[in-house]
C-alpha cells in the first residue's frame, strides 16, 4: 500500500509520526509532503520516523512561520504549486492531513488537486461559532466535508461529523494517536518543586489583549511562589510586545523561553508542579500524564472527551477566583498517568488496509 502524508506543523508531525512509523512497519510505501510551516521543528521530530520513506519539501524554508504576513505568503506560494504543478502518482492514493492548521488546508488542495483519496485525522472537533474559532473553525469544517475518509476517537466527534453531513466514511479509532507519541519520548518521573509550565497560543486568546491581560495578572499573582517558565510561540512573543504586556510581568520569577524541542518540552511539563495552557495538545498530554493543568480557555466544545471523568484538568473560564481556587488545590488534580497497551496508530493503518483490500 501506498501512503501519502501532508504535514506541515509541529502538533502535525508529533501526532502523526506514529502512524507513518505504523505504516512502514506494515511495508507501506510512504511518501512525506512537508508544507513547510514549521521547518525547524520538523527536522528533529523527522527523526523519529523509523525505517524508508520518501520526503518531498513541498515549499522550501528554513525558518518557522509564526506571522501572518509570512503564512499568507505560504498559501500564495502553495496555492500556485497547487495549480501548476501536478502528481500523477497520487491519483486513487491515500492521502492523510491531520487536524485544522493551514498546513491542513493546504494539503486538502494538494490532494484534491492530485484526485488521491482525503484522510482526515482528528477529524470533528467543534467550534462554539464559524468566527469564534477563525480560521481553525473554517480549516476544520470544510476540509471535514473535502474528506474522503474521516477518522475520530470519540462518539462526540463522530457525531459533529454527521451534523456536518460530510460524504466521507467515518472511521473509528479507540484513542488520539499522540498515546503512541507519548511513547516514542523518555518521560523522567520527578517532580521539581515550585515549578510552572506554561504554553499559549490559540488565536482567540493571543489576539485579544483583555484574555492576555487576564492571564499577566494570573502569572503575576502566582510569581512570588513558583518559578514559571513560559514558552512562547513566534505569535504569542509578538502579541505581547505589541500589546506591551511583557512589561508588566514580573519578571524576576517569570522565565519568558523560545519553544523547545517536544522531547525537553513534555520532560519540563513532567516534572511541573502545574501547567497553564490553552493548546489542545498539551491539553491532552497533561491529562494523559495526569499533570494539574489550568486551561486559559472559556470552553472546551472540541476537547469535551478530555473533560468527562476526574481528570487533572482544571477551565478557567478566565475568571481570577477560579485561577485562585486551581491554584490553592492543584495537588488534588494530580492523577495517574493513562496507560493503553492498544496503539491507535496500528489500528488507523489496519483500518486503511481494509478499505485499500475492499
Not at 528533529?44 to 509564526?66: A, E, Q, W, Y
Not at 522531547?263 to 495526569?290: A, K, M, P, R
Request: with cysteine; proline share 2%.
Amino acid at each position: 500500500m501506498k501512503i501519502f502524508f501532508i504535514l506541515g506543523t509541529k502538533a502535525q508531525f508529533i501526532k502523526t509520526i506514529p502512524v507513518i512509523n505504523s505504516a512502514i512497519k506494515n511495508n507501506s510505501e510512504v511518501i512525506l509532503y512537508e508544507t513547510g510551516q514549521h521547518p525547524e521543528k520538523a527536522k528533529n521530530l523527522i527523526k523519529k520516523i523509523s525505517g524508508d520513506f520518501k520526503h518531498v519539501k513541498f515549499v522550501n524554508g528554513t525558518k518557522d512561520i509564526g506571522t501572518y504576513t509570512g503564512l499568507l505568503n505560504l498559501m500564495i506560494v502553495s496555492l500556485f504549486k497547487i495549480i501548476f504543478k501536478k502528481n500523477k502518482n497520487m491519483k486513487d492514493q491515500l492521502c492523510i492531513v491531520h487536524g485544522d492548521t493551514l498546513s491542513t488546508l493546504i494539503g486538502a488542495f494538494i490532494v484534491k488537486r492530485n484526485k488521491g483519496k482525503l484522510v482526515l485525522l482528528e477529524a470533528g472537533k467543534s467550534f462554539p461559532g464559524m468566527l469564534k474559532h477563525f480560521p481553525e473553525s473554517f480549516i476544520r469544517y470544510y476540509v471535514a466535508k473535502l474528506s474522503d475518509y474521516l477518522i475520530v476517537n470519540d462518539s462526540d466527534h463522530k457525531e459533529q461529523l454527521i451534523n456536518w453531513s460530510v460524504k466521507g466514511e467515518i472511521l473509528t479509532i479507540a484513542r488520539n494517536t499522540i498515546y503512541d507519541s507519548l511513547d516514542l519520548v523518555n518521560l523522567e518521573n520527578k517532580i521539581e518543586k515550585n515549578k510552572v509550565t506554561i504554553s499559549i497560543h490559540r488565536t482567540e486568546n493571543i489576539n485579544s489583549k483583555e484574555n492576555l491581560s487576564k492571564l499577566v495578572e494570573v502569572i503575576n499573582s502566582i510569581s512570588s511562589k513558583y518559578q514559571i517558565n513560559w514558552y512562547l510561540h513566534i505569535p504569542t512573543k509578538n502579541k505581547l510586545k505589541s500589546f506591551k504586556l511583557n512589561e508588566k510581568l514580573n519578571v524576576e520569577n517569570v522565565n519568558l523561553s523560545d519553544l523547545i524541542n517536544y522531547d525537553n518540552f513534555l520532560n519540563e511539563i513532567n516534572s511541573s508542579e502545574y501547567v497553564i495552557t490553552d493548546g489542545d495538545g498539551v491539553v491532552e498530554e497533561c491529562q494523559i500524564l495526569g499533570i494539574p493543568t489550568l486551561v486559559w480557555r472559556y470552553e472546551h466544545l472540541d476537547s469535551n472527551f478530555l473533560f468527562k471523568d476526574d481528570n487533572s484538568l482544571y477551565l478557567s473560564e478566565f475568571d481570577l477566583d477560579k485561577c485562585l481556587y486551581f491554584f490553592e488545590n492543584y495537588k488534588n488534580f494530580r492523577k495517574s498517568r493513562v496507560l493503553d497497551e492498544d496503539s491507535p496508530s496500528e489500528e488507523v493503518i489496519k483500518k486503511l488496509y481494509a478499505i485499500q483490500n475492499n
